[in-house]
């Protein structure tokens, strides 16, 4: 798989998304990506554990709903507007479920590793335990936060 800097498409999952549209720690690293001349991807799924992430940040209370509400708008915006490439979720799940089996890991993350190997992609993560599984696979990995390196 070739090195970071040559990955010309990459599978993003909702930790970097979600960095993408609301200042948390490694934003700024999320954000540069974005600069690079990527073509992104996700499952559908991504669009709903962005919005369940988002959910708990209110629950928190970091986030104020509104603001919430705007950032899931961008990234519905950014799917719209072609920036991220949605695949369908049912051609990836029996990938995914055999991932999942072999890690001993959620199904929800293994379809973003399911979706890269597929389409021999990158994968863009936050998730070090993610990370992890896709660089076992030889999946160049685009690692934000503790997900780097």
Not at 24 to 30: K, L, V, Y
Not at 91 to 100: E, K, N, R, Y
Not at 113 to 130: F, I, K, Q, Y
């Amino acid at each position: 798989m070739p090195g970071a800097e040559a990955v010309t498409s990459a599978v993003v999952d909702a930790s970097v998304a979600v960095k993408w549209v609301v200042d948390e720690p490694a934003s700024d690293a999320a954000a540069a990506l974005l600069d690079r001349p990527i073509v992104w991807m996700a499952p559908r799924l991504m669009l709903v554990e962005a919005a369940a992430a988002l959910r708990r940040k209110i629950a928190d209370r970091e986030l104020r709903a509104e603001t919430a509400a705007a950032a899931l708008t961008a990234l519905l915006d950014a799917v719209r507007q072609g920036t991220i490439r949605l695949a369908d979720d049912e051609q990836l799940v029996g990938i995914a479920l055999l991932l999942a089996v072999d890690f001993a890991h959620r199904i929800p993350d293994c379809l973003y590793l399911a979706l890269a190997e597929r389409d021999g992609c990158a994968l863009s993560t936050a998730d070090a335990r993610l990370a992890r599984m896709a660089r076992s696979r030889r999946v160049a990995v685009l690692g934000v936060g503790a997900a780097a390196g």
